[in-house]
């Protein structure tokens, strides 16, 4: 679907305050297009958003944030679900509790905003919703097992929404970036695990030096308009170089020498024999 075909299409973008989210919303509005925004906690957007309050943790917050854009807008034609958590921990020092609480913002939270925004898209047989994945979400980074397999649990139920509802002229598509400047908050277990602490520590550096050296969020941002301008939507977009590399090393590599190069890229000890 060309969404350029409608004059005005009509897009919300989730976590739009700061970050991916707030690039994002920029881009679409530098197309010309009508642009919501939201956040949590009624904060300022960029300029030309008009900006929601959600918490998509919460189901009435959804609901609201439905109807209101309904009222103001009448009409969607672009979703583009960024809001999200990091996390950085152990899989074993990671609390049940933490896990649900990270899936209910990366998983549940996405499949609640689909479920109440849908039906503006279904009714007019169009639309696009952008599912915003991470690298994680086909490699398991250690250290960051619970935010993977979140991330590994919104690339099936993307999979299977995109179909489902292609029958309905409504587009899904999934950004997968590896590591970009953003300011993304890794929280830690409330529990650590001292056996833990100088393997999460370096992955943690690692990773953090990554985002901080990282290329600008506007390759993100340009991989959405990218997505939602295309006539022939693609499903899966690997963002930056290590993306790119990684989803070719899980493919071509045996399943030891990728984990091996994960080994590698995050400077941690082999298997004890």
């Not at 830690?188 to 999460?200: L, W």
Request: with cysteine; net charge positive.
């Amino acid at each position: 679907m060309t969404l350029d075909r409608s004059p005005t299409p009509v897009a919300l973008v989730t976590g739009a305050s700061s970050g991916v989210g707030a690039v994002t919303a920029s881009a679409l509005v530098r197309r010309g297009w009508r642009v919501f925004g939201t956040s949590r906690h009624d904060n300022a957007g960029p300029p030309g958003v008009a900006m929601l309050t959600l918490d998509v943790d919460d189901d009435a917050s959804v609901s609201a944030c439905a109807a209101e854009l309904s009222r103001r807008a009448g009409a969607l034609d672009v979703l583009v679900n960024n809001a999200g958590r990091a996390m950085v921990g152990a899989c074993e020092e990671t609390g049940a509790d933490e896990a649900r609480a990270l899936f209910e913002t990366n998983v549940f939270g996405v499949m609640r905003v689909v479920s109440a925004l849908l039906p503006m898209m279904r009714g007019r047989r169009r639309g696009h919703i952008v599912n915003i994945g991470s690298l994680s979400g086909f490699v398991g980074v250690p250290f960051h097992g619970v935010y993977a397999a979140s991330k590994h649990a919104l690339a099936g139920y993307s999979e299977a929404l995109r179909v489902e509802l292609a029958p309905f002229g409504v587009a899904v598509s999934l950004i997968e970036p590896a590591a970009h400047r953003t300011a993304i908050a890794m929280s830690r277990p409330r529990t650590p695990m001292a056996v833990y602490d100088q393997g999460r520590a370096h992955v943690e550096a690692i990773i953090r030096g990554q985002i901080d050296r990282g290329a600008s969020p506007e390759r993100i941002a340009a991989a959405v308009v990218a997505a939602v301008s295309s006539p022939r939507p693609p499903f899966r977009l690997r963002v930056g170089g290590k993306a790119t590399y990684a989803a070719w090393g899980r493919r071509l590599l045996p399943s030891r020498a990728f984990e091996a190069l994960i080994r590698h890229e995050f400077g941690l000890p082999a298997a004890t024999p």
